[in-house]
């Protein structure tokens, strides 16, 4: 049998020319799509390329028009570039390793318009996802706060779909405030009920000291023994001892009185202690009132907003969208820059795939390196223009020896773009990433298509800064953003988030992240709390005391009988207690007064009788 | 797909070289699993048009074992990234991607170095495996088959495709 098939070689030979020329007539289009398929994965998000002509024999090729779309913001690019001129070494291309001297970026712009969707097909982003994680399995500190920040995120946006009106979260009338409040169990009624019981035991125990003191009978006796008294005979000097005598069973009969009097004093000290209490009952019962009113709208499960509830609702998604787009230039440098001392040990380094895994093998030449991209920027009015130049976008950088520099200047009227990326990786990771942005709008920076529920951003301005700092055991992000000349807008004017947010006209949100090692610390803080609060005690003011009011009402209707019979108890036992202790008070004053004037009396008689008996001396003797 | 079966069999009920039928498979086994590199389908279509092989076998056999690659890419990965990364063996893949054209077949990719390493492996077996059945197919089934009625039908074809056109 004959090895070659003579025909073969024919047909080898047209096909193989088949080739060439397919080759040299679609190698446009091949390229093209293959840096569309690049461009997608990095991005996750539509790349457009008008036209790509290669000229193999200038090793130059020459890219038209190249827009890639934001994949947070579907209609807009997150670059733009009128034509790509890429000068590159022939030879190497042979070996699969791109070496580009020099790139001319002209009309490069950000932010500019698209007419169409800049999203991806789910099923395409999910395909970049599965093999991005396959991917992203090496640096696990990055993943670890990819995660973490995840997670935080996930916590914050659930909190977002708050679309109710203040008449819906403080639906009094569809609460049924009777079937709330059960008399029984209502404190004000319990303290009514407590406050008679005492009421009444208070009174008697009062009258029953009363009784038991005996004082009526006390005070008769004491009478009975003055009267006696009273009918002592002084006629003359013999009888005054006697009645001198008696004079002291008066003074002693007045201690006994003094007695009665005490006794009496201390039964009115009871009562005016009940006095108090009853004039204190009111008081008590509207606190226990006030108990019932708080316990009730607990249980009428107002839909009350928290204020830092709203805060981090509202600042979730400012800070993730500036933390996620620095992570995902971390994330795309970290996927095709390895760190040198890596590469330097294996000797050679892994790529994944999406079938295995590509070995490159650490050669005298990086696989890809393009040593300078010079920038210019878009004259076009719509979006910003930026300009700069990208030095030694290096693959394998520990072989070039040299770091990657970024820096790209924008501006245009009072928006400014800056970015500063020193990405070194030549042995160990000592990367720093530098982004700024002044007076770009809420919708240049995707907070447009937040999704705040009702509520959305129509209008603001952006300043932000966000610096990164990663080396192989620690990343650190700090951002500040300031948000100025906001204005929501909601499809119901009545949500109570809209009216809430209406009165911020301003904002900053200060963020930071570190992660060393496996420990990942994340603060946030923002200055609206104070003003979120404000405005929600206005809003909320006038319902919640409406609210109040009914529940007050309904609770005074349940109680009014127990609380007027409690009333007429207690003004009826005040009176009852006062009558009586008025009357004892009365009869020991006036026993007192009587004794006096009985002791008056005596004493008149004896000093009477002393007289008479002198003047009878001093008679005789003068007789 | 009806001609394709129909030359195989043609060529089965024939005297020509079993040797070509298994170049055919063989060729078919790699084109189908080294594909995840284009340029190896293109490489192995164009050693198929030069060697002296059975051009329905190899198309067949390369849509069969694509089938089998589901199978076979998993250990393929699994043996190509324990010869790619062999120390010892780290000189020769250096020098082997320094050189043009050759980096071109991915062989430096796991699933593409295991699949042919697996390949490599199953060319005698399919070398002996495909000439000794084609021998006993001539020798004690070709007379039988014939008569089957599908045979009988396949060799109609032409004639009910003529006739449709």
């Known amino acids: ?623 | 797909m009806i001609k394709t079966v129909k030359k195989i069999l043609n060529f089965l009920n024939s005297q020509a070289d079993p040797s070509q039928i298994a170049i055919g498979a063989i060729l078919g086994l790699f084109a189908a699993f080294l594909s995840p590199a284009f340029f190896n389908v293109i490489f192995i279509f164009l050693i198929a048009l030069l060697l002296n092989c059975n051009f329905g076998v190899f198309f067949v056999c390369t849509g069969l074992f694509k089938i089998l690659t589901m199978g076979v890419d998993p250990i393929g990965d699994i043996i190509g990234k324990w010869i790619l990364t062999q120390d010892f063996l780290l000189p020769l893949w250096k020098t082997l991607s320094q050189i043009p054209i050759l980096t071109l077949t991915n062989f430096n990719n796991t699933v593409i170095m295991g699949n042919f390493i697996i390949g490599v492996i199953f060319i005698p077996l399919i070398w002996i495996i495909t000439i000794k059945s084609v021998e006993y197919y001539r020798k004690n089934l070709r007379d039988k088959v014939k008569k089957f009625k599908i045979m009988q039908i396949l060799t109609g074809v032409d004639l009910i495709e003529r006739g449709e056109k």
């Not at chain 1, 390895?338 to 030449?365: C, L, Q, S």
């Open chain 1, 1 to 623: 049998m004959k090895i070659i098939r003579p025909a073969g070689v024919i047909f080898f030979s047209v096909v193989l020319i088949l080739i060439i020329v397919f080759n040299l007539f679609f190698l446009d289009i091949f390229i093209k799509n293959t840096l569309i398929k690049i461009g997608e994965e990095i991005f996750k998000a539509k790349v457009e390329i008008k036209s790509v002509d290669i000229k193999l024999l200038k090793s130059r090729m020459e890219i038209k028009e190249l827009k890639i779309a934001d994949k947070d913001n579907e209609f807009k690019n997150i670059f733009e570039a009128e034509k790509i001129v890429f000068d590159y070494e022939f030879v190497p291309l042979l070996t699969k390793k791109v070496i580009i001297d020099n790139i001319e970026l002209a009309g490069f712009a950000t932010g500019t318009k698209r007419e169409k969707s800049g999203r991806l097909p789910e099923k395409r982003i999910k395909e970049i996802e599965k093999k991005e994680k396959k991917q992203n399995k090496e640096n696990k500190i990055f993943n670890a706060l990819v995660d973490k920040v995840g997670l935080i995120a996930e916590k914050e946006i659930k909190k977002l779909p708050l679309t109710k009106t203040i008449d819906k979260a403080i639906s009094i009338k569809d609460k049924k405030i009777e079937d709330l409040i059960k008399k029984e169990e209502l404190e004000s009624y319990k303290v009514i009920i407590s406050s008679k019981t005492k009421i009444s035991e208070t009174k008697n125990n009062i009258e029953n000291k009363i009784n038991s003191l005996n004082i009526q009978k006390r005070t008769d006796e004491i009478k009975k023994k003055v009267d006696k008294i009273k009918e002592v005979k002084i006629v003359g000097a013999a009888d005054i001892p006697m009645a001198t005598a008696k004079l002291k069973e008066l003074d002693e009969i007045k201690n006994e009185v003094n007695l009665v009097k005490k006794d009496v004093d201390s039964i009115k000290s009871e009562s005016e202690e009940f006095i108090k209490f009853t004039g204190n009952i009111p008081k008590e019962i509207n606190l226990a009132k006030e108990k019932d009113i708080q316990m009730i709208m607990a249980k009428m499960d107002l839909d009350i907003l928290n204020a830092k509830d709203i805060e981090t609702a509202l600042i979730g998604p400012i800070w993730k969208s500036r933390i996620d787009r620095i992570l995902h230039i971390i994330n795309t440098v970290n996927k095709y820059i390895p760190a040198g001392k890596n590469t330097k040990k294996k000797r050679y380094y892994e790529v994944v795939r999406k079938k295995g895994t590509d070995i490159h093998f650490i050669a005298d030449n990086p696989s890809f390196w393009i040593k300078n991209i010079k920038i210019s920027k878009s004259d076009k009015a719509d979006g910003l223009g930026i300009s700069g130049q990208i030095t030694d976008l290096c693959f394998e950088q520990n072989i070039i020896n040299k770091p990657c520099v970024i820096e790209l200047v924008g501006k245009k009227d009072n928006k400014f773009f800056n970015a500063f990326l020193k990405i070194d990786r030549i042995d160990n990771i000592k990367d720093i990433y530098l982004i700024k942005v002044y007076g770009l709008t809420t919708d240049e920076i995707g907070l447009k298509n937040v999704d705040y529920g009702n509520i959305k951003f129509i209008n603001g301005f952006v300043n932000a800064e966000v610096k990164a700092n990663m080396d192989d055991n620690k990343i650190k992000i700090d951002g500040d953003i300031n948000i100025s000349g906001i204005r929501f807008d909601a499809n119901d004017k009545q949500d109570i988030l809209f009216t809430v947010l209406s009165s911020i006209e301003n904002m900053k949100v200060v963020f930071n992240a570190i992660a060393i090692d496996s420990k990942i610390e994340f603060n946030v803080n923002s200055d609206i709390l104070s003003r979120i609060e404000q405005a929600l005690k206005k809003v909320y003011g006038k319902k919640i005391q409406e609210a109040h009011n009914e529940i007050e009402k309904q609770i005074g209707n349940l109680t009014k009988s127990e609380n007027e019979i409690l009333n007429k108890l207690s003004q009826q036992s005040l009176i009852d207690i006062k009558n009586k202790i008025n009357e004892l008070t009365k009869n020991t004053n006036s026993l007192d007064t009587y004794i006096e004037n009985i002791k008056n009396e005596i004493t008149k008689k004896i000093n009477d009788t002393q007289k008479g008996t002198t003047d009878k001396v001093l008679k005789g003797i003068f007789k």
